[in-house]
């Protein structure tokens, strides 16, 4: 896909059934099954100006995801949910990163991530293209009036419950026969619209902004940062050694983390620590003493005093409230 303009909705339908070599069995539903890949595209527009595209293709040869979007007069934003298929060039040009997943990113038209699928991956994530008609959806007015106002943003979002729930939901829906998708994944893509709209309300919208255009060099430096406090919870991160081997200027990765992410290097793995010793905790395996020292706590107060001010109550008060 090297580059391709993109005008509107129908074009871009086209493009693709073109490009993969597919049938359209139904208005909206793709199905591809050829030397390129096999599986399905789903459209599914909203409004003339918001639509959404679920992919669940194998793909039997490597494929280049390079769109230009820039011509768009109908759409403005993309965002991208539970991406575990794209690898992107890193620092290292003969070692490209992969980039995974299960939440979401936003952005504006121009700086939508090129990436490549490799072949025997599975091509599965669900695409937005949207326009201010969205943002003017969002019910707190200074939210929406930071995007409406951003000549250029890029956000990550992580999976939240709601969002957890429905990747599951979709998982099962993949089972259905291609008659029943086309009816029940009309009503999903409904939900994880408003879904979206809500998660917008996450945002930092003092963290700044770098004034620059990301490169795919810098993404993938950010995410790989990322990658690297989520592969280990229990110890805090030195975040001037991962802000060296970023090879990026560490002023700038600092800002663009920030401004992607919601938060600082280590405030960011503070609150993903937080996140997974609750869900432990829900799990009912480990005590507390053993959480608290399982994820690098100094000790059980300690671990008692962080939950309640992250939480707002004990963590006995807290199972007691959530527990099934």
Same mark, same amino acid.
């Given at each position: 896909?090297?580059?391709?303009?993109?005008? &509107? #909705?129908?074009?871009?339908?086209?493009?693709?059934?073109?490009? #993969?070599?597919?049938? @359209?069995?139904?208005?909206?539903?793709?199905?591809? !099954?050829?030397?390129?890949?096999?599986?399905?595209?789903?459209?599914?527009?909203?409004?003339?100006?918001?639509?959404?595209?679920?992919?669940?293709?194998?793909?039997?040869? &490597?494929?280049?995801?390079?769109?230009?979007?820039?011509?768009?007069?109908?759409?403005?934003?993309?965002?991208? @949910?539970?991406?575990?298929? #794209?690898?992107?060039?890193?620092?290292?040009?003969?070692?490209?990163?992969?980039?995974?997943?299960?939440?979401?990113?936003?952005?504006?038209?121009?700086?939508?991530?090129?990436?490549?699928?490799?072949?025997?991956?599975?091509?599965?994530?669900?695409?937005?293209?949207?326009?201010?008609?969205?943002?003017?959806?969002?019910?707190?007015?200074?939210?929406?009036?930071?995007?409406?106002?951003?000549?250029?943003?890029?956000? @990550?979002?992580?999976?939240?419950? !709601?969002?957890?729930?429905?990747?599951?939901?979709?998982?099962?829906?993949?089972?259905?026969?291609?008659?029943?998708?086309?009816?029940?994944?009309?009503?999903?893509?409904?939900?994880?619209?408003?879904? @979206?709209?809500?998660?917008?309300?996450?945002?930092?919208? !003092?963290?700044?902004?770098?004034?620059?255009?990301?490169?795919?060099?810098?993404?993938?430096?950010?995410?790989?940062?990322?990658?690297?406090?989520?592969? !280990?919870?229990?110890?805090?991160?030195?975040?001037?050694?991962?802000?060296?081997?970023?090879?990026?200027?560490?002023?700038?990765?600092?800002?663009?983390?920030?401004?992607?992410?919601?938060?600082?290097?280590?405030?960011?793995?503070?609150?993903?620590?937080?996140?997974?010793?609750?869900?432990?905790?829900?799990?009912?395996?480990?005590?507390?003493?053993?959480?608290?020292?399982?994820?690098?706590?100094?000790?059980?107060?300690?671990?008692?005093?962080?939950?309640?001010?992250?939480?707002?109550?004990?963590?006995?008060?807290?199972?007691?409230?959530?527990? &099934?």
């Amino acid at each position: 896909m090297q580059g391709k303009k993109i005008h &509107d #909705f129908n074009q871009h339908k086209q493009w693709l059934q073109n490009y #993969f070599q597919g049938e @359209f069995i139904h208005p909206n539903y793709l199905k591809i !099954d050829n030397e390129i890949g096999k599986g399905f595209i789903y459209f599914y527009k909203i409004h003339p100006s918001n639509y959404f595209m679920l992919f669940r293709i194998e793909v039997f040869q &490597d494929l280049s995801i390079q769109f230009d979007y820039s011509q768009s007069e109908y759409f403005k934003y993309v965002a991208s @949910f539970f991406n575990n298929d #794209f690898w992107i060039e890193s620092k290292d040009k003969n070692e490209p990163l992969e980039i995974k997943w299960k939440g979401f990113h936003t952005c504006t038209k121009d700086l939508a991530i090129d990436g490549t699928v490799r072949k025997g991956q599975l091509l599965k994530h669900i695409q937005l293209f949207y326009s201010e008609d969205a943002l003017n959806e969002v019910d707190d007015y200074s939210i929406s009036h930071y995007f409406l106002n951003k000549k250029q943003f890029f956000h @990550f979002f992580e999976e939240q419950p !709601d969002l957890y729930a429905f990747r599951l939901m979709i998982l099962e829906i993949l089972n259905y026969s291609p008659t029943l998708q086309t009816k029940v994944l009309s009503v999903k893509m409904q939900e994880l619209y408003y879904i @979206f709209i809500n998660s917008l309300k996450k945002v930092d919208i !003092d963290a700044g902004n770098s004034a620059k255009r990301i490169t795919n060099k810098e993404f993938a430096a950010l995410f790989k940062i990322r990658e690297s406090i989520l592969e !280990d919870l229990s110890t805090k991160p030195d975040v001037a050694q991962l802000v060296e081997d970023s090879g990026v200027e560490k002023h700038l990765i600092q800002q663009l983390f920030h401004e992607v992410f919601g938060h600082t290097i280590y405030n960011y793995f503070t609150i993903r620590r937080m996140e997974k010793v609750r869900d432990v905790m829900l799990e009912e395996q480990l005590s507390t003493s053993e959480i608290a020292d399982k994820y690098g706590f100094t000790h059980l107060q300690h671990f008692s005093n962080s939950f309640k001010k992250h939480y707002g109550l004990s963590p006995k008060k807290y199972l007691l409230l959530h527990k &099934d």
